[in-house]
Each structure stands twice: as structure tokens, then as C-alpha cells.
């Protein structure tokens, strides 16, 4: 989407195809970083974001046991914003709709599932797509993969994809919100188990950790057991876990960390998590898919208005973007071994990580979780034109 905006915005016709009627999917995180607030202020619509109802988190914080800590601290970036946002990711998506129908080349086709390739003379030429209307051809110069973990444009391109491997998967649940609830911590970890609540004004969106392919024991043992199990890790929802009602309640998703060898084809680009899955861990892949897509625009926008585009400039895509998407992921699979995998495998009471304890001694270290999770490796600037103020 951010993409399809930043090309429109530099005077390109773009269709970007969705799926879905709409963007109401719960799994895809709500975390607009302090780095795509920074992209939005360079964009101009700053101002108009923060307007849409969202929360702003300076400090992350986190339950080990039954000690709260604070992790990471967003208030001494070199960025505008200081902080994170929340804002469930459809109102996000809504909003960059909003930007990108300002401009008259782009074009958002709801409904629309590309199933295949378009390849002519070794190249891809664009997509069929499902619709409710049937089966319609897409063609373009530039087809650009950015459908998510399951890439169905990633697979159909036979491009190899390397699996990092994740010990975990995590239950997807609502649960509602009171206005005397506490505070959010996000993460909850106890041995055994970690909880992530997220505040969504009148409900929590909660996640529960398991490890990898445990989901089908769990539910054999029934939903009462895994109320007990939520209800003793966050007291406070005792009354109100019987809103699970059975497993239709609670979803599974399954985590994945992979990347592609080569994320380019001529004819073809994937970005985003089609390009690299991303670990929830440190909730950073939706910054990722957004700076992929800004270094893609700053690459391509000008060589695709005058037609002259090779894959070579695709090639240059992956260049400026592999080394931040090895680093975070390199991060992210360190944490799930050394932290996720111990935690779920520990039966005794856990003990504060030597890095945590540092974190609570020497707080100017919260610094560097807040560097790495908000502004991430390398971040991308907007270089392409707004051609309507031309
Ligand atoms: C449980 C979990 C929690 C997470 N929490 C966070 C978090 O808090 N913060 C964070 O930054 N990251 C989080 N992540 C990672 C994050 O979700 C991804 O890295 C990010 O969404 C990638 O963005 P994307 O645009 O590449 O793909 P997606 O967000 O997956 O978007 C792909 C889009 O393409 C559509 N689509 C799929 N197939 C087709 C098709 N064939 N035709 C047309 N449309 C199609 C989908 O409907 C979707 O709208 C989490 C991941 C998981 C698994």
C-alpha cells in the first residue's frame, strides 16, 4: 500500500490488489514506529495521522515473573515523533488508501486475489487475479510481490527461500477492556508461558505463546483448562475469560521467519514479509515492509516513468535492503533460542535475564532497544517527487 501511495504520489499508475473486502484482520500488528512517523512527517501528512484515534508509547515495558520492567525508552530519538503508535493496522491501511486516492494514477482493487503469474519472453508481465466478477488479467511492467508471509506471487516466481526456523506459535484472542484495568505491559512472561496484551480501548488483543505445533494438545485438553491458564497469568481477566467461548474464539497463527536467496525476477519484485517473513518478535516487521517499500520507490520511480528500468535496478533493491532485513532478523533469532525457547520450556520461576537487569541499573541502555525496534537498521528518507505540487 505504502508503496502503491509513494509510486502514485511520484505521478505512476499503480494497482495494488487486496484480497480481502476489507483490511479487518487481527494479525498483522499495530505498531506504527517511530521511523514511519518520520516518513510521514516527510510526506506532509503528519499532522493529519496523529489526528486518528491511536495511543502513544514512550517507554516499553514488560512482566518477568511477577517484576515489571521497562525495556526500551523512544524519548531520546533523533525523530519528531518520540514514541510508539498504536492504531489497529486497518485504520492504519485506511489512512494510506486516503493519501493514495489523492493522486489520480493510483488504484485499489478490493476483492482482487492474484493465483498466477503473467510470464512473457522470460519475464513477468503482471497477474490473474481472482474477483468476484472472475478470473481478470493485470499486466504491468513491474509486478511487485508484497502479499505477505504466505506469498502466493513469491511461490508461483519459484523464487528459494532460506527457513530461519521458529521455535513458536501464538493464540490470537479478544478479551474485553475495563477502564479500571492496568496499564499495558505488553509482554508477560512466566515460566512456562508468554502473554502479550495489547490495549485496544474497550478490549485486549492478546496473544498467547506456545511452542511450535503445540496448538492441537491445547485443545484437546479444552477451553476451560486454557481460561485457568490465561485467567492465573493476568488475574485481573478472571471474570471475564469465559468470553472465549470455545476454540473459534482463538486464533492460531503461525509464526514464520524465512528470506528469499533473490527477491527479484525480471518483471518482478517482492518486498515485505513476501521478500522475508518477519518474527513478532520486537514487533518490527511492519517497519521493515515499509522501509522496503520507500527504498523500493526511491529506486524505481523515476527509471519506471521513463520506461528504462532493468532488473538490475530490482537487484539494487535487495542490495539496500538485505543488510537491514539479515541484522533484525539475525536479532530476532537470537531472542526466539536464547529467551522464547528457554521460557517455554522452563517449568521453574524465572529469573531476570542479565540484559534486563542492566536495563533496570543503567537506564541510558533502554536507549538501544528503542533505536533498534523504532527506528531499525538503515532507515530509509523519501527521495521521489510529490508531482501534484508541480
Ligand atoms: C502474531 C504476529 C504478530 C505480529 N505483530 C507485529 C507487531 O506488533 N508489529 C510489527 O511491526 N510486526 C508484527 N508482526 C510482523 C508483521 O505482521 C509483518 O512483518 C508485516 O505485516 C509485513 O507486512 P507486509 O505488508 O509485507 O505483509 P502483510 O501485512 O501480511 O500484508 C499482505 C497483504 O496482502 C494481502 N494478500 C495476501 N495474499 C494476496 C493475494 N494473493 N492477492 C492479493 N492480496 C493478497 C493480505 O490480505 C494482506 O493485506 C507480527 C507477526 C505475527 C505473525
Not at 8 to 13: F, P, V, W
Not at 28 to 40: A, F, K, Y
Not at 55 to 84: M, N, S, W, Y
Request: charge should be positive.
Amino acid at each position: 500500500m505504502m508503496l502503491g501511495f509513494l509510486l502514485a504520489r511520484a505521478g505512476l499508475e499503480v494497482a495494488v490488489l487486496e484480497k480481502h473486502a476489507d483490511f479487518l484482520r487481527d494479525f498483522r500488528g499495530d505498531t506504527i514506529h517511530p521511523s514511519t512517523l518520520e516518513l510521514m512527517y516527510e510526506l506532509g501528512i503528519l499532522e493529519e495521522f496523529l489526528k486518528r484515534p491511536h495511543q502513544e508509547v514512550r517507554e516499553l515495558a514488560g512482566q518477568v515473573g511477577q517484576e515489571t520492567v521497562t525495556i526500551g525508552d523512544f524519548t531520546h530519538l533523533p525523530t519528531h515523533c518520540k514514541f510508539l503508535a498504536f492504531m489497529p493496522q486497518w485504520d492504519f491501511l485506511n489512512f494510506v488508501v486516503e493519501q493514495g486516492k489523492r493522486y489520480p494514477g493510483f488504484q485499489i482493487k478490493m476483492q482482487t486475489e492474484a493465483t498466477e503469474l503473467i510470464e512473457e519472453n522470460g519475464r513477468i508481465a503482471g497477474v490473474t487475479a481472482k474477483t468476484p466478477d472472475g478470473i481478470i488479467e493485470i499486466r504491468a511492467p513491474l509486478t511487485v510481490g508484497c502479499d505477505g508471509r504466505h506469498s502466493v506471487v513469491r511461490d508461483r516466481a519459484g523464487l528459494q527461500v532460506m527457513d530461519l526456523g521458529a521455535p513458536m506459535d501464538v493464540l490470537w484472542m479478544r478479551i474485553s477492556r475495563r477502564p479500571s484495568d492496568p496499564g499495558q505491559t505488553f509482554g508477560h512472561a512466566q515460566a512456562g508461558t508468554i502473554f502479550v496484551m495489547v490495549d485496544r480501548e474497550n478490549y485486549w488483543q492478546c496473544g498467547f505463546v506456545i511452542p511450535k505445533g503445540a496448538a492441537d494438545e491445547l485443545r484437546k485438553r479444552g477451553i476451560e483448562q486454557f481460561r485457568e491458564e490465561v485467567a492465573r497469568l493476568q488475574p485481573f481477566l478472571r471474570d471475564r475469560v469465559n468470553e472465549l467461548r470455545d476454540w473459534n474464539d482463538v486464533s492460531l497463527l503461525t509464526v514464520k521467519v524465512d528470506r528469499l536467496r533473490r527477491w527479484f525476477r525480471p518483471g518482478l519484485l517482492c518486498i515485505g514479509d513476501a521478500a522475508h517473513a518477519m518474527s513478532p518478535v520486537g514487533g518490527v516487521g511492519i517497519n521493515l515492509a515499509i522501509q522496503d517499500a520507500v527504498a523500493a520507490a526511491n529506486i524505481l520511480a523515476e527509471k519506471l516513468a521513463s520506461g528504462s528500468f532493468s532488473a538490475r535496478d530490482l537487484e539494487q533493491v535487495q542490495r539496500r535492503r538485505e543488510f537491514p532485513t539479515r541484522a533484525t532478523q539475525r536479532l530476532q533469532v537470537l531472542v526466539q533460542n536464547r529467551v522464547i525457547r528457554r521460557v517455554l520450556s522452563s517449568s521453574k520461576p524465572l529469573t531476570l535475564p542479565l540484559a534486563l537487569q542492566l536495563l533496570q541499573r543503567w537506564p541510558i541502555l533502554r536507549r538501544i532497544p528503542a533505536r533498534v525496534v523504532g527506528m531499525g537498521f538503515r532507515p530509509e528518507h523519501v527521495r521521489t517527487p510529490d508531482t501534484s505540487r508541480h
